[in-house]
């Protein structure tokens, strides 16, 4: 079972509105990812950090996107303005270190935007 | 560019029977890859990998992966399916370097039915 957790595990938000959601790494893992899968399990990559430092993120997070990963706090993903096109599964996942491809994955926060 | 392909979306088999998921991969370099299972309402979960060596690889719960250079395949088997074993599995390319370059396949979903 997976150690890295995701909380809520259901989130519905209005067009509009801020979502949030957060995870906790599985412990010693400096490296978190976050990845959004579609219902047509698609996946695709968001940002990644470093302990605390963003490593890489994709145009569609620096615009209506925002994470963090303060020390001693979960990290955390949120969109400022939900659409309904945002609509998915988002699935945080933790690494040993950048070069170590294996992730481990979260359960994950279904969103839905109505 | 790289990219996988898993041929079948859905695959029914009799429990008790053996299973073979499909998978060939795209990528001109040397490829790491990954077979993850996602039961439902859970996330990702790794069953195993390939980095080199020995090409049949063992995973948990029964599951065996060969990797084939020639035919850029690798393909998950798993000699008796069990009812427990209904998920989707996906097959994962990754790049040498950073894990954001990882490739999902679109996954395939295993139906275990009664023999």
């Known amino acids: 079972n997976s150690k890295v957790i995701q909380t809520p595990r259901y989130l519905v938000k209005g067009q509009g509105q801020k979502a949030k959601m957060r995870c906790i790494p599985e412990?010693?893992?400096?490296?978190v990812f976050w990845y959004q899968q579609n219902k047509n399990n698609e996946f695709k990559f968001l940002i990644n950090?470093?302990?605390?430092?963003?490593?890489?993120q994709i145009d569609m997070t620096e615009k209506r996107f925002s994470a963090e990963c303060p020390s001693n706090s979960p990290c955390s993903l949120e969109i400022q303005s939900s659409e309904a096109g945002d609509s998915a599964l988002y699935l945080c996942?933790?690494?040993?270190?950048?070069?170590?491809?294996?992730?481990?994955f979260g359960a994950g926060t279904r969103l839905s935007v109505l | 560019a790289q990219s996988v392909t898993q041929p079948d979306a859905r695959v029914t088999v009799s429990e008790g029977a053996s299973l073979q998921l499909r998978c060939k991969y795209s990528?001109?370099?040397?490829?790491?890859l990954f077979w993850y299972v996602q039961y439902p309402r859970q996330g990702l979960q790794l069953l195993l990998k390939?980095?080199?060596?020995?090409?049949v690889v063992q995973g948990v719960n029964g599951f065996e992966a060969e990797f084939s250079k020639s035919n850029s395949s690798f393909h998950l088997r798993k000699a008796s399916v069990h009812w427990s074993d209904s998920a989707v599995y996906f097959c994962?390319?990754?790049?040498?370097?950073?894990?954001?370059?990882?490739?999902f396949g679109s996954g395939t979903k295993v139906i275990p039915c009664l023999p």
């Open positions: 994962v390319l990754s790049s040498t370097g950073f894990a954001s370059a990882l490739t």
């Open positions: 390939y980095y080199s060596g020995d090409p």
């Open positions: 996942a933790s690494s040993l270190s950048q070069g170590q491809n294996t992730l481990y």
């Open positions: 950090f470093q302990n605390q430092e963003v490593l890489q």
């Open positions: 990528y001109s370099g040397t490829p790491y």
């Open positions: 412990k010693g893992h400096p490296v």
